[in-house]
């Protein structure tokens, strides 16, 4: 296990990567703002399924991207296969965002670039196996994108998952600096987009920020996996409340016959939105809840098997009562409605 305190150059260099990745997006976004360019390249116009109320341009993913795409290429240089893909998804989207595109057109560029990634770069695994991983590095893609809705949510998810990362990829009794690094500039920009998009937010990720981001959250889980940095139950815990959020909510309206590709607003965070805890409140439960799952992953590294699955299964069980909790105030929610 690597000794982070006594690692010469290894602390000082993630600072200057977070603060410089910070400060990158920040200029980046302030200057599409107080230009005006931010509302011509792509706005957000509210509508009946929307939380928000006013129209806000959607151009977190021109300040986000870039930096973490050139970060990658600087600092991570094997792991150029994601970030041709991030500049990739990035750019499709951003046509998205802007003009429209139809579904068939996205779900493409989603496929090549996951497709991409794990063929250039295949785990050691059966290949029924390897097909499991893609089906959900796909759904990490998009999982990301249906998570972007209340100010602050996306952004912070990025935040916490990435410095999760980090951590991670340098305490790993397979330690793997350039990972962590590369974490640290995802964590460090998205720290930058946070100051325009928590509540009241300024600015929204967009596609072209929310779909490239979902794409390296599972490129990174799956390239440390594939690596023993850490075992493959980690990722999927980093990212476990948005997963479960996502992963829930779709299984709900399949069952109910509904057209899973239309907008709703009946995801958890957007419920607890909706029923009066509002956007801040809601990003800061879900900061807390990210927060405990990842020291409980950090906590689970190195040690028995038996003790990581039980802490795994722990904290499934976590999830599932707030869950419930976030229900029964919906139901509570929906009740003072209909007796009004």
């Known amino acids: 296990m690597i000794d982070l305190a006594s690692s010469v150059g290894f602390l ?56 973490v795409v050139t970060a990658l290429i600087v600092l991570a240089p094997n792991l150029w296969m994601a970030a041709a893909g991030a500049a990739f998804l990035a750019t499709v989207s951003q046509v998205d965002d802007r003009r429209g595109l139809p579904a068939r057109v996205r779900f493409a560029a989603h496929l090549a670039a996951v497709t991409f990634l794990v063929w250039s770069h295949p785990a050691a ?34 935040l916490f998952g990435f410095s999760g990362y980090a951590v991670g990829a340098a305490i790993s009794v397979h330690p793997l600096p350039e990972l962590s690094l590369a974490s640290v500039a995802v964590a460090g920009a998205a720290a930058g987009f946070l100051v325009f998009n928590f509540h009241p937010a300024r600015v929204f990720l967009g596609d072209a920020g929310s779909i490239p981001l979902g794409f390296l959250a599972g490129a990174v889980g799956y390239w440390g996996w594939s690596g023993g940095v850490w075992p493959i139950w980690f990722p999927a815990i980093v990212f476990s ?100």
Request: with cysteine.
């Open 12 to 67: 000082p260099a993630t600072v200057v990567v977070s603060i410089s990745s910070l400060v990158a997006c920040l200029l980046i976004l302030g200057v599409l703002l107080k230009t005006g360019v931010a509302w011509r390249l792509a706005t957000d116009i509210p509508n009946d399924r929307s939380l928000h109320g006013r129209p806000t341009p959607r151009v977190g993913g021109w300040g986000v991207i870039p930096v």
């Open 125 to 158: 695994v059966p290949l029924w196996a390897l097909a499991v991983l893609w089906f959900l590095l796909l759904w990490l893609v998009n999982l990301y994108n249906f998570m972007d809705g209340a100010d602050g949510l996306a952004g912070g998810m990025t």
């Open 241 to 340: 409340p948005f997963i479960g959020d996502a992963s829930i909510t779709l299984l709900r309206r399949l069952l109910r016959g509904e057209k899973i590709w239309q907008p709703h607003r009946e995801h958890y965070y957007q419920r607890m939105v909706r029923s009066g805890v509002g956007h801040a409140r809601t990003a800061l439960a879900w900061y807390v809840v990210m927060a405990t799952g990842i020291m409980f992953a950090l906590c689970a590294l190195g040690r028995a098997a038996i003790v990581q699955w039980g802490i795994v299964a722990g904290w499934v069980v976590v999830l599932f009562l707030a869950g419930v909790v976030v229900d029964m105030r919906w139901r509570r929610f929906q009740s003072t409605l209909s007796d009004k």
